[in-house]
């Protein structure tokens, strides 16, 4: 998926959020929503495009995705526990 894309969707849950309570409830949300919904390389690729700028990332989307680890150089490109490669039953 695209960082334009993921963008997009991410904008999109946090204009929702934000509707839904204070400036913390709206990140918690954002936040829990992408922890549940999203896979890890999307978080991986949406914390590459934070730590890149993001420019067209809504700020609340900008700390939920920090809030969740991503979004900074050292995170953004780590392999997951998932991406490792495990090796055969034998």
Do not use: C, K
């Amino acid at each position: 998926m695209s960082p334009a894309h993921l963008a997009e969707m991410a904008n999109q849950i946090a204009a929702f959020f934000a509707s839904q309570g204070t400036h913390e409830e709206a990140v918690a949300g954002i936040a829990d929503h992408l922890r549940r919904f999203w896979e890890p390389r999307m978080l991986r690729a949406i914390g590459a495009h934070v730590a890149a700028g993001a420019p067209d990332l809504a700020p609340l989307a900008v700390e939920a995705v920090r809030r969740l680890g991503y979004g900074d150089a050292a995170t953004a490109t780590a392999p997951s526990r998932t991406d490792a490669v495990r090796p055969a039953a034998g």
